[in-house]
């Protein structure tokens, strides 16, 4: 019946809007929801500070080309590098597009230094870094790229956890790691901070660029602004996209100085990237999130969120395996495959979604109300009560 193609396996609701964390179906069902398009609607559904922003924009200025100066992107581009470890940002559209830049990025500094060999990316093993013909050969999974024609080359795996694979995958021709500080797809699975801190080390002794995939974790998502943050590192490039929109298609390459230097006119570029509009949205975006209570608050709610699933877990041990994640971006492990209890969680008014490692992923928007954890709370434990 649908004339859309079949490449996803729809839920059979529509909604027909929302409002901060909840959704209203067209049959008129309020469902709270966890999964907020998947970590991108960092301000909840229909944020009317977002709103206003967006329509203020809309009628002043929506596109123009890179062709000329966009000074609402030179203002989100100041405030990202202010922020961060970044000296220069590239816009685009989405998370895909981020990581493909990041790529570019990495391989054209070495280009640069007179190491064209040096172009090989390191990534661990059935990560996600979106869904173009490179990005499906980095994340490296054979459900994503079978099918598809000649594998590209120029990524090489190591496994998650397995020190030694990586140390050993390391070769002369390697231009960057790159890694997503907590794996989202993958099942919310967190790089411990000596992890990453062990990466970068590695990375400065073989001369080589440490890229961390924010896409997902990043923009407040893990109760930092960046999740690396926590270990203390600087990375040289971040693809984000994502949080940074609210909702609105927005992606972004943020780099040191050293990498962005290579990226000279006509290096890359894009259409949409950048447009007034999605820029005038992002810098909204940024008001709320760089706020200082903020992050302090997404961190309290984010423990006590923790803390309640961890009391669910010990209450129901056969059931849930393991709680993780960081922030507000969480997973439970189910011992058992997860669809049926992602199901009656739905059938229960809470939406959650899968990741793979048998994990449920709940991710609330950043500004949650502390009413809204116990209500899902409430939901969780009783699906669990009921669940055999
Ligand atoms: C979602 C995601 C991407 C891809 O983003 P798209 O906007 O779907 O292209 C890349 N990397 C990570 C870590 C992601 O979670």
Known sequence: ???LANNYNRRNISFKRGKGSFLYSTKGVKYLDFIQGIAVNSLGHSNTYLNKALANQSKQLWHVSNAFQIPEGEKLARRLTKKTFANYVIFQNSGAEATEAAIKAARRFFYLKNKPYKNRILCIKNSFHGRTLAAIHASGSKKMTEGFGPKIPGFDHFTFGDHESLKKSITKKTAAIMIEPVLGEGGIKVIPKWCLKGLRKICDQK???LICDEVQC????SGKFFAFEY?????DIVPIAKGIG??????AVLMNKKVATGMTPGTHGSTFGGN??????GNAVLDKILNKKFLKN????SKYFLNELNKIKIEYPGIIKEVRGIGLLLGLQLYKNQTKFIEKLEQNKLLTIRAADNVIRILPPLNVKKLEIDM????IKKVCKEYK
């Open 276 to 281: 007034p509009l999605a820029m005038e949205i």
């Open 298 to 301: 997404v961190q309290k709610i």
């Open 246 to 251: 609210g909702g609105f298609p927005l992606g």
């Open 376 to 379: 899902s709370i409430k939901i």
């Open 1 to 3: 019946m649908s004339s």
């Open 207 to 209: 001369k080589i660029l």
């Open 231 to 235: 270990s203390g590192i600087k990375p």
């Open 218 to 221: 990043g923009i407040g998502r």
